[in-house]
Nanobody, 112 residues
């Protein structure tokens, strides 16, 4: 199965930006899309999704601040996060919707 590896997390001040990367060991293509999720407590929540044709959707909490994109040649999906807020603090994961496996995630911490 294709493995996904997240990177790019770190500590940033409120109002700052980070770009997360999700690199696939094989093809990043998935008929049901690739998504970013985050988990701050017990619940893992969906953040953004991109389909193979480039169509994107976002959770209301990040709409207008986060942008999901892809580089098919690099088998990588990105999450550009701007105007970060303390409530964006979480471990961020990427996932292909057609497969059950998760990566290890990357920690994003936003200080106030």
């Amino acid at each position: 199965q294709v493995q996904l590896v997240e990177s790019g997390g770190g500590l940033v001040q409120a109002g700052g930006s980070l770009r997360l990367s999700c690199a696939a060991s094989g093809s990043i293509f998935d008929a049901n899309g690739v998504g970013w999720f985050r988990q701050a407590g017990k619940q893992r929540e969906w953040v953004a999704r991109i389909l193979d044709d480039g169509t994107t959707t976002y959770a209301d909490s990040v709409k207008g601040r986060f942008t999901i994109s892809r580089d098919n040649a690099k088998n990588t999906v990105y999450l550009q996060m701007n105007f970060l807020k303390p409530e964006d603090t979480a471990v961020y994961y990427c996932k292909k919707f057609s497969y059950p496996n998760w990566g290890k995630g990357t920690l994003v911490t936003v200080s106030s």
